[in-house]
């Protein structure tokens, strides 16, 4: 399986960008999708996570109520709907898939997200 991560770009603060995180191979063998960014000088932390099936869904504090994670499964594809952005959402966003019982341990290339004030 390979990620190709897409939807970044710079918007202004208060607006809204989608991401999206396409799945080619075999997406049977992901349980869990993810979300990770990463800003300038600092680590890489944890966004967003759901289940590739359905059903329970994860968000960092600092994205709850403002981010949404969705999938979907026809087009092996997930979704991190990102609105009310603030300047700190700035960062490279990553999406990441595991295997059941496992760690995520497939990463997409990135895509910059920047949000100006």
């Known amino acids: 399986v390979q990620l190709q991560a897409s939807g970044g770009g710079l918007v202004q603060a208060g607006g809204s960008l989608r991401l999206s995180c396409a799945a080619s191979?075999?997406?049977?063998?992901?349980?869990?999708m993810g979300w990770f960014r990463q800003a300038p000088g600092r680590e890489r932390e944890f966004v967003a996570s759901h289940r590739w099936s359905g059903g329970t869904i994860d968000y960092a504090d600092s994205v709850k109520g403002r981010f949404t994670v969705s999938r979907d499964v026809a087009k092996k594809t997930g979704y991190l709907q990102m609105s009310s952005l603030k300047p700190e959402d700035t960062a490279i966003y990553y999406c990441?898939?595991?295997?059941?019982?496992?760690?995520?341990?497939?990463w997409g290339q990135g895509t910059l997200v920047t949000v100006s004030s």
């Open positions: 990441t898939t595991r295997p059941a019982y496992s760690n995520w341990n497939l």
């Open positions: 191979g075999r997406p049977s063998s992901i349980a869990a």
